[in-house]
Nanobody, 114 residues
Protein backbone atom coordinates (compact mmCIF):
# COMPACT_ATOMS: atom_id res chain seq x y z
CA UNK A 1 0.00 0.00 0.00
CA UNK A 2 1.12 3.52 -0.79
CA UNK A 3 -0.42 6.66 0.64
CA UNK A 4 -0.01 9.87 -1.32
CA UNK A 5 -0.56 13.25 0.30
CA UNK A 6 -0.76 16.44 -1.75
CA UNK A 7 -0.16 19.97 -0.54
CA UNK A 8 0.29 23.45 -1.96
CA UNK A 9 -3.04 24.19 -3.57
CA UNK A 10 -4.84 27.48 -3.12
CA UNK A 11 -6.18 30.62 -4.74
CA UNK A 12 -4.05 32.60 -7.17
CA UNK A 13 -4.66 35.33 -9.73
CA UNK A 14 -4.32 34.83 -13.47
CA UNK A 15 -0.66 34.83 -14.41
CA UNK A 16 0.44 33.73 -10.97
CA UNK A 17 2.31 30.65 -9.82
CA UNK A 18 1.74 27.79 -7.43
CA UNK A 19 3.80 24.77 -6.46
CA UNK A 20 2.10 21.49 -5.62
CA UNK A 21 3.88 18.77 -3.71
CA UNK A 22 3.04 15.10 -3.25
CA UNK A 23 4.66 12.88 -0.66
CA UNK A 24 4.52 9.09 -0.86
CA UNK A 25 4.45 6.97 2.30
CA UNK A 26 7.18 4.72 0.98
CA UNK A 27 9.73 4.55 -1.80
CA UNK A 28 8.50 4.43 -5.38
CA UNK A 29 11.01 3.04 -7.85
CA UNK A 30 12.29 5.67 -10.26
CA UNK A 31 11.26 3.26 -13.04
CA UNK A 32 7.66 3.68 -11.97
CA UNK A 33 5.55 6.59 -13.04
CA UNK A 34 4.57 9.38 -10.67
CA UNK A 35 2.57 12.32 -11.86
CA UNK A 36 -0.48 14.53 -11.76
CA UNK A 37 -4.02 14.57 -13.08
CA UNK A 38 -6.71 17.19 -12.56
CA UNK A 39 -10.49 17.22 -12.53
CA UNK A 40 -13.24 19.81 -12.68
CA UNK A 41 -16.86 19.20 -11.64
CA UNK A 42 -18.76 17.19 -14.22
CA UNK A 43 -15.63 16.31 -16.19
CA UNK A 44 -13.36 13.29 -16.41
CA UNK A 45 -10.00 13.30 -14.75
CA UNK A 46 -7.48 14.86 -17.14
CA UNK A 47 -3.79 14.00 -17.48
CA UNK A 48 -1.40 16.83 -16.59
CA UNK A 49 2.14 15.45 -16.36
CA UNK A 50 4.22 12.43 -15.38
CA UNK A 51 7.82 11.51 -14.79
CA UNK A 52 9.82 8.28 -14.60
CA UNK A 53 13.51 7.41 -14.95
CA UNK A 54 14.39 10.96 -15.97
CA UNK A 55 11.64 11.17 -18.58
CA UNK A 56 8.81 13.66 -18.41
CA UNK A 57 5.62 14.17 -20.37
CA UNK A 58 3.08 16.98 -20.30
CA UNK A 59 -0.40 17.62 -21.57
CA UNK A 60 -0.40 20.07 -24.44
CA UNK A 61 -2.48 22.49 -22.40
CA UNK A 62 0.22 22.90 -19.74
CA UNK A 63 3.45 22.36 -21.68
CA UNK A 64 5.79 25.30 -21.26
CA UNK A 65 3.95 26.54 -18.17
CA UNK A 66 4.15 23.58 -15.77
CA UNK A 67 7.25 21.70 -14.65
CA UNK A 68 7.22 18.33 -12.91
CA UNK A 69 10.11 17.27 -10.71
CA UNK A 70 10.81 14.28 -8.54
CA UNK A 71 13.02 13.60 -5.55
CA UNK A 72 13.44 9.85 -5.21
CA UNK A 73 15.34 10.21 -1.94
CA UNK A 74 12.38 12.02 -0.37
CA UNK A 75 9.67 10.07 -2.25
CA UNK A 76 8.12 13.30 -3.53
CA UNK A 77 6.90 14.63 -6.84
CA UNK A 78 6.25 18.34 -7.31
CA UNK A 79 4.40 20.33 -9.91
CA UNK A 80 5.53 23.92 -10.45
CA UNK A 81 2.74 25.82 -12.17
CA UNK A 82 3.36 29.20 -13.76
CA UNK A 83 1.40 31.59 -15.98
CA UNK A 84 -1.76 30.15 -14.50
CA UNK A 85 -5.06 30.61 -16.30
CA UNK A 86 -8.65 30.37 -15.05
CA UNK A 87 -9.01 27.15 -17.04
CA UNK A 88 -6.34 25.59 -14.83
CA UNK A 89 -8.83 25.70 -11.96
CA UNK A 90 -9.39 22.12 -10.81
CA UNK A 91 -8.70 19.58 -8.12
CA UNK A 92 -5.20 18.25 -8.72
CA UNK A 93 -4.47 14.62 -7.91
CA UNK A 94 -1.10 13.02 -7.46
CA UNK A 95 -0.71 9.43 -8.65
CA UNK A 96 1.92 6.72 -8.58
CA UNK A 97 2.32 3.21 -9.94
CA UNK A 98 3.87 0.54 -7.77
CA UNK A 99 3.82 -3.24 -8.24
CA UNK A 100 1.24 -2.90 -10.97
CA UNK A 101 -1.18 -0.86 -8.88
CA UNK A 102 -2.17 2.77 -9.32
CA UNK A 103 -2.40 4.87 -6.18
CA UNK A 104 -4.04 8.27 -5.87
CA UNK A 105 -3.88 11.11 -3.42
CA UNK A 106 -6.92 12.83 -1.99
CA UNK A 107 -6.53 15.89 -4.22
CA UNK A 108 -5.76 19.54 -3.65
CA UNK A 109 -7.84 22.44 -4.95
CA UNK A 110 -6.29 25.01 -7.27
CA UNK A 111 -8.37 28.07 -8.09
CA UNK A 112 -7.22 30.71 -10.56
CA UNK A 113 -9.18 33.95 -10.46
CA UNK A 114 -9.58 36.16 -13.51
Amino acid sequence: QVQLVESGGGLVQTGGSLRLSCAASRSISSNNVMGWYRQTPGSQREFVAYTNTGSTNYAASVKGRFTISRDNAKNTVDLQMSSLKPEDTAIYYCYAFSAGTAYWGQGTQVTVSS
